[in-house]
Structure formats: structure tokens, C-alpha cells
């Protein structure tokens, strides 16, 4: 539980000596209370103190890693249930399942299928981070092998080993180690052996017990053995059952401060359905609420735009726009005649711009100007959207160089800027575009038919 100013005033050296900017300890401590302020400002705290009050000041919510290098990831760490309160810090990660039981064929199917779904959108590269190894076969070699096969394929995903045999677990994690792998089932009957294995390499150690309080029971368990990078998992076989614990074990951590709960959660959707699309609705509300690894059967395209894409929403900071990488953009197969428009650096926007160009068929260029990641009005109400800003983004991006048209489309809304531009951009002459959108295709082709 959270100290309270008069828990924390007991540990204070009350000297009243001013050094940490407060007239009394007691003011201090009831500012430390508030979290306003930081321990390390009294310099007179004993070490017993600071370690008790760094104890009681953690987050509820532990944040824990997984994976190496380049290719290493947070979970948890969350502070709030809704985003409306705060942003979600650590976004879950995707992971698809494959066991040594499945043949051949339909392990390469799903390793082309994995590495294929491998895009950018709004400047994050978006692919699947985690591939579940599953012991089925109860044999060591067929497992490592593999292994091995995910591994040397599947370059970008991290392996996450599911197993609870710890002598198999243990041959699996020297396969793979170097990739920083998640170990996955730890119970009741091998935690001691499963903690052993995970502290002796620093792993990420999932536990998974049949429901939400043998779940709590295991946790103490194994924090009592001295290992805190976790990752929970109940067995419930029904979608209620699952969302009802990952919820509860999200609400005990934050609205309780229980830290026995205080750890990410993992669901496999693909225990729940064998049903595709059912499996892309139920990995949506999870990533809503509030699983931090989601396992798949499988992924391709029409699961991971709508996941990826509602991920990435949910994941950023509201109070800060979604931009797009300033620059020159080629729609089709535009040359140096094609036409040239100009439009803000916020993401909605352009995404609605490109696609509706695209839609004309008409291959054209995009110049995205530094807009401060506006809509377009906005921008130009901010003065961040002008002559000047459409000059240097076609100084910037070599656009003389590049292209031979001295034409620019710009927003039917911001017309007003025309002769601005015109006197920034000398030899241009600035065309008046339509005011939404949706009307650009009709305008495209009437444009390229002169
Ligand atoms: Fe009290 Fe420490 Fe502040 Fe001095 S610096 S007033 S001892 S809390």
C-alpha cells in the first residue's frame, strides 16, 4: 500500500534544516506523499529510509524486458486503466504460435506468412515481435530442431520457449539464448526449477496457473524465491473467464497497489477460438484490455493492419499528433512531369490525401512540409502551414532538382496562400486544389487532362 505524509515524516531524519527546499520534514514528507517532489532531495536520509521509500514510491506495475539488442522490448509498467487518465506507456507485443507437432509444410507456411507481414506506417516498422515455441512432442531434439528451423527464419522475432519441463526448457534456452528468449510455464509443480533456469539467464519467466487465485498464491511463491521479471497467464478456457482475470489482475495492481499482481499478462486468443476472424476480435479487446503479449495461430496481412493499426492508436500520447516524416512522396509511378501537391505533416491527413490521389490512379508527387503535425487549418492558424515552410520543404527536398513540372497544388482551404507562395517560390505558380479530399480524383484528372 501507498505510505501516507505521516509514514514517510516517521522516516525523515526532522532535522527542520531547510536543505530540501522545505521549511519542515514534515512538509517535505507530506510533498513525497503527493509524489511533487524526490527523495534524493533530503541528503540526510538514512539507507534504510531510502530503500523503504523507494519500495513504497515503485510503480504498482513492474516493468519487465524481454529479447536483445536492437530487437529488446518493455511490458507493463502501466500507471492508469484508462488512457483518457494518462498515456499507456508499453504497447502489447504479437506473437504466433508454432509447435514441434505441426508438419513441416505448416511450419514454413507460417514462417513465410510471418516474415511477410513487414511494413511501415506513421514511421513504426510494424511486424510480429514473438514466436511461441511450443513443446508438444515431449521430445528434446524435435523441439530444439524446432527452434532452430523459427530461429534461423524468423530473424526479427524473439523466441518465447513454451514448456513446463525444465530439462527441455533448459536445452531450449541454451538454443536460443542470445535472443534474450521469453521461458514460458512456470506452475505449481516446476517453479523452483523454471526460477533457476530464468535468474541463471536473466529471462523473462511466464507463470501460469488454472485461475486468478492460484495464480496469486504461485506469484508469492515465486517472489519469495527471489524473481520478479514475470509475466502472468491464467488457463481460463472461455473469453469471459480470460478477460474477466486479465482485468482483475490489472485493477489489484493499480487500484490496490497489490504488488503480488503487478506484472504484464499474456493471453492466447488462439486457446479461445480456432476461428481466424474470431481470433483478430478477441486479440483487438485484449489489446484494448489489457494483455501485454497476444498469441496468434497465425498472421497475414488482413489480421495485422486492423491489429497493428489499433495498437499503434491506442499506444501514443493523445496530447501529441501523429505525424508523418516531412519529405517528397511519389503516388504510382509519377515522373518529373506528374503533378505536385502539397499538404500537412498529420498522419490522418495524409493518409486521407495519399489515398484519395491513389484513387484518382493519376501517379502524382506529395510534398509534406514541416506543419508541426496540423491539420491543414490548424497549421495555417499557426503560422506553422506558409510560403515560407512550402519554400524551404522544396528547397529541403531538392524538388527543382527532382521534377520538371513548376506547378504546386495546394489545399482549396488555405487558398489565401497562393500569392505568398508564389513570392517564396519565384517561377511557381501556385494552383488552387479543392477544399475536401474526397473531391481530388475528379480534380487530378481534370488537371492532368490539360
Ligand atoms: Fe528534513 Fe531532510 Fe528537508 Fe532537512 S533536508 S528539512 S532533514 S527533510
Same mark, same amino acid.
Request: aromatic share 10%; net charge positive.
Given at each position: 500500500m501507498a505510505l501516507t505524509g505521516m509514514d514517510i515524516y516517521k522516516l525523515l +531524519? !526532522? !532535522?527542520? *534544516? !531547510?536543505? *530540501?527546499?522545505? +521549511?519542515t520534514c514534515l512538509a517535505f514528507a507530506m510533498k513525497l506523499a503527493q509524489g511533487a517532489v524526490e527523495a534524493t532531495k533530503c541528503p540526510y536520509m538514512s539507507d534504510d529510509a531510502k530503500a523503504r521509500l523507494s519500495e513504497a514510491t515503485a510503480p504498482p506495475m513492474r516493468t519487465v524486458k524481454f529479447g536483445a539488442g536492437d530487437k529488446c522490448y518493455n511490458l507493463g509498467g502501466e500507471t492508469v486503466l484508462f488512457r483518457h487518465e494518462k498515456t499507456f506507456v508499453n504497447k502489447p507485443r504479437f506473437a504466433v504460435l508454432f509447435s514441434d507437432a505441426m508438419s513441416e509444410e505448416e511450419i514454413q507456411g507460417k514462417i513465410a506468412r510471418m516474415n511477410k507481414v513487414d511494413y511501415v506506417r506513421i514511421n513504426e516498422e510494424m511486424y510480429v515481435e514473438i514466436a511461441a515455441l511450443k513443446c508438444e512432442s515431449g521430445n528434446k531434439e524435435t523441439f530444439l530442431s524446432l527452434i532452430k528451423k523459427v530461429k534461423d527464419s524468423c530473424k526479427k522475432a524473439v523466441p518465447m520457449i513454451i514448456t513446463s519441463n525444465p530439462e527441455i526448457a533448459r536445452a531450449a534456452v541454451e538454443e536460443c539464448k542470445e535472443s534474450g528468449p521469453i521461458l514460458f510455464g512456470a506452475d505449481e509443480q516446476n517453479c523452483e526449477a523454471m526460477v533457476e533456469l530464468a535468474k541463471q539467464h536473466g529471462l523473462l519467466l511466464g507463470v501460469t496457473a488454472p485461475d486468478q487465485e492460484k495464480l496469486y498464491n504461485l506469484v508469492q511463491k515465486i517472489q519469495n524465491l527471489g524473481y520478479r521479471e514475470l509475466l502472468l497467464s491464467t488457463e481460463s478456457g472461455t473469453l469471459k473467464q480470460t478477460f474477466d482475470d486479465v482485468v482483475n489482475i490489472r485493477r489489484t495492481a493499480l487500484l490496490s497497489q497489490d504488488r503480488t499482481l503487478g506484472y504484464p499478462t499474456l493471453v492466447f486468443v488462439n486457446r479461445l477460438s480456432k476461428d481466424k476472424m474470431m481470433q483478430l476480435a478477441m486479440a483487438t479487446l485484449f489489446v484494448e484490455k489489457y494483455a501485454s503479449v497476444i498469441v496468434l495461430d497465425d498472421i497475414d496481412y488482413s489480421l495485422a493492419l486492423p491489429l497493428f493499426a489499433l495498437r499503434q492508436n491506442i499506444y501514443t500520447d493523445p496530447q501529441r499528433p501523429m505525424k508523418v516524416e516531412q519529405g517528397l512522396y511519389k503516388i504510382g509511378s509519377a515522373d518529373e512531369n506528374s503533378p505536385l501537391l502539397v499538404t500537412v505533416d498529420f498522419a490522418l491527413t495524409y493518409f486521407i490525401v495519399s489515398g484519395e490521389v491513389e484513387r484518382s490512379k493519376i501517379p502524382s508527387w506529395m510534398l509534406i512540409p514541416d506543419a508541426g503535425g496540423y491539420s491543414v487549418l490548424t497549421a495555417w492558424a499557426s503560422g506553422k502551414l506558409s510560403g515560407k515552410s512550402i519554400a524551404k520543404a522544396v528547397k529541403d527536398f531538392a524538388v527543382e532538382e527532382k521534377l520538371k513540372t513548376r506547378e504546386i497544388v495546394i489545399p482549396g482551404k488555405v487558398a489565401v496562400l497562393k500569392a505568398d507562395i508564389e513570392d517564396e517560390l519565384p517561377g511557381w505558380k501556385v494552383v488552387v486544389g479543392p477544399d475536401e479530399a474526397a473531391l481530388l480524383p475528379k480534380f487530378l484528372r481534370d488537371y492532368a487532362d490539360k
Open positions: +531524519p !526532522k !532535522k527542520n *534544516c !531547510k536543505e *530540501c527546499g522545505f +521549511p
